[in-house]
């Protein structure tokens, strides 16, 4: 039996030696690479904090000690060693494990988290409160990467940190890399530190020497050795961003050593006061194709796809039996990125930023085509859309493509710095409704109803790729204020692409099929959606007209006062919040307008309440966004009487 299959949960670790435990460490990484591998999930990541997941386990008594995982992709070990190591093979399928650390699975996940750069500040509330003497008291530890500490909120868990004194631990994990390599400053810090190993022993080695310097110079200096060290740190100490914030600090610490990660962390854990405990580890450690590719391989074994490994090496493809598969329709991703490549070599003015997200936004496409005219801040949204707003304000015509759910960490600076000032910068919000595996912190549900009440703002969002090309142009063309286009995740439809894109008027929608007795008005990826329903419908002999609002602010209010006179029942349909959503503002234009009794209004979109992960079919089945379901009930509605209507 191996050593893991003993281990049921932290507790099992204790009396375990050094070298067991790095035993334990490697078992839970071939776990990983052969589970992962088959059914697919953050992958390189994972490897890189087996050692640290059981050093901190075997140290602490969890979920007494509260460990703090970041993000939570890296905290496939911490799952394995706290109950689930045999739940593993369900992690981001529908009904089985989360993909990020939940508090509603395991008293073991202290936080819920899938956005980066929150677990200090976690951290700091957790141990202030049981200070106070309202919780339990015991040790507070924060795992926090590299990449999510370029996140601005990280740095102001830091200060609170330092400045209350709060006992708590922070270890830094520092492999370089988030999902992309890291950009900025503070990356080139941590390679001056992890490249530097000896920096500590350096620098005592020249304060000894420049006390025995000869003529009394060496006195002299020793008797101002208090400036003269603090000068000495400022150009040597690896840790001194962290020391000017009243936080010890401890590093640089082989993160694949058990032995000195509980050496470090156990010292660390004794001391009473914050301390950053800096380790150094390998992104896909384990694993060559990630740990020997550099760069380039870590960010592509960042999530391993499904079947992609096999035997412990990357699966070869199978070659197809004699006929090719057809070409499947192109990403959204990547008709965005061709779309601004096209854009920039248009209109000098264009510009792409990303957040730490090259790959998952396609702006990759255009920092290959065109690097001057690509920005990546890091993960750092709220900077990222002030950066916007400056480039903006001097004429240039930014396009700052943000995940939907990234882009609600921005808020703040869409109102304040972006609508306030109605300055033309474009959101291109990826990953908009269900995204699938990820999950309720990756559903890009909200982006609707958190735009649309802003003043300034315009909002659109296409049925297919040709709809998101002509849209980016019209965007682009737009010169009075923020716009914000919003597109779902994965295949596009597989319509042509236009060779020149006409741009579109804004608040100008589009009527599809016409029909009777029935309305059908599409938002996004709701329009294709609704076609689906009314093909149902249409074979249960009920025509049912089909229109693409494209515009979810400005409405195009002559439209849809039409759809309503022409018809009994207008069907709103999106791929996002019905509360404060598209069809909230259909809902908003008839009662304004007092056209509320000329039709019954029924709306179809996400409930209110987070939606679990799982294949984006499966998740749209269970709230019955689905051509099937929106066809039953509209049908049932139309086939009753009146009154039913009105109860829909």
């Not at 394995?80 to 699975?105: H, M, N, W």
């Not at 400022?234 to 990660?261: I, K, T």
Request: charge should be negative.
């Amino acid at each position: 039996m191996s050593l893991l299959e003993k281990i049921d949960g932290p507790k099992d670790l204790r009396g375990f030696t050094d070298e067991q435990l790095q035993q334990v460490a490697q078992e839970v990484r071939e776990l990983i690479i052969d589970t992962i591998g088959e059914i697919g999930g953050h992958f390189g990541a994972n490897l890189g904090t087996c050692e640290l997941a059981v050093a901190l386990h075997s140290l602490l008594d969890s979920p007494r000690d509260k460990i703090l995982w970041d993000v939570g992709h890296q905290a496939y070990p911490h799952k394995i060693l706290t109950g689930r190591r045999d739940q593993l093979a369900t992690i981001r399928k529908y009904g089985g494990l989360a993909p990020f650390c939940s508090i509603f699975e395991s008293e073991h996940d202290i936080m819920g988290a899938g956005h980066a750069s929150t677990s200090v500040s976690y951290a700091v509330g957790i141990k202030e409160a049981m200070r106070r003497g309202l919780a339990p008291d015991g040790k507070v530890v924060a795992v926090i990467g590299d990449g999510a500490l370029t996140g601005g909120v990280a740095f102001e868990a830091l200060h609170n940190a330092g400045g209350m004194g709060v006992p708590i631990v922070i270890v830094l994990n520092d492999n370089g890399m988030s999902i992309a390599p890291n950009v900025g400053a503070l990356s080139k810090y941590f390679n001056r530190v992890r490249l530097n190993p000896k920096l500590h022993k350096a620098r005592e080695d020249v304060e000894e020497g420049l006390t025995r310097l000869p003529a009394g110079i060496g006195e002299r200096i020793e008797r101002v050795g208090p400036q003269v060290k603090e000068a000495l740190k400022a150009f040597w100490a690896p840790g001194l961003l962290f020391e000017e914030l009243d936080l010890a600090y401890v590093g640089v610490v082989d993160g694949h050593d058990v032995s000195q990660l509980r050496e470090a962390i156990g010292k660390a854990l004794d001391a009473d006061r914050p301390v950053v405990v800096h380790i150094k580890t390998v992104k896909g450690k384990g694993f060559p194709p990630a740990e020997e590719g550099g760069l380039e391989g870590m960010e592509k074994w960042h999530a391993a796809k499904p079947a992609s490994i096999k035997n412990g090496a990357p699966a070869t493809a199978s070659k197809p039996n004699g006929q090719r598969p057809a070409p499947a329709p192109p990403q959204y991703t990547t008709v965005f990125g061709n779309a601004m490549v096209e854009e920039c070599r248009r209109d000098k003015r264009v510009v792409g930023i990303t957040a730490a997200m090259n790959s998952g936004t396609g702006l990759n496409i255009l920092q290959k085509a065109m690097p001057d005219r690509y920005y990546d801040v890091g993960i750092a949204e709220q900077h990222a859309v002030l950066f916007a707003a400056g480039l903006a304000l001097q004429g240039l015509k930014p396009v700052a493509a943000i995940y939907s759910t990234f882009l609600q960490r921005a808020f703040d600076q869409i109102v304040h710095d972006v609508c306030l000032q109605k300055l033309n910068v474009v959101f291109a919000m990826d990953r908009a409704g269900l995204v699938g595996d990820d999950g309720p912190t990756h559903h890009g549900a909200f982006d609707i109803a958190y735009m649309r009440c802003l003043p300034n703002m315009t909002l659109m969002a296409p049925r297919d790729e040709a709809m998101l090309v002509r849209m980016l142009r019209t965007a682009l063309l737009y010169d009075d204020g923020p716009v914000g286009i919003r597109y779902p995740r994965g295949e596009a439809v597989g319509v042509p692409l236009p060779e020149q894109p006409e741009p579109i008027r804004i608040g100008q929608g589009e009527l599809l099929r016409e029909g009777e007795r029935v309305a059908f008005l599409g938002y996004g990826d709701g329009v294709n959606i609704a076609l689906g329903a009314a093909d149902l419908l249409a074979e249960r002999g009920l025509s049912a007209t089909v229109a693409d609002a494209r515009f979810a602010k400005p409405l195009d209010k002559a439209l849809i006062e039409q759809l309503v006179q022409d018809h009994e029942l207008v069907v709103t349909v999106e791929d996002g919040c019905l509360h404060g959503g598209f069809g909230s503002a259909v809902a908003e234009l008839l009662g304004d307008r007092q056209l509320a009794a000329e039709a019954w209004l029924m709306r179809f979109g996400i409930p209110d309440r987070y939606v679990t992960h799982g294949k984006p079919a499966l998740l749209r089945e269970e709230i019955g966004l689905t051509p099937k379901a929106i066809s039953e009930r509209v049908a049932d509605a139309v086939l009753e009487p009146r009154g039913a209507l009105q109860s829909a």
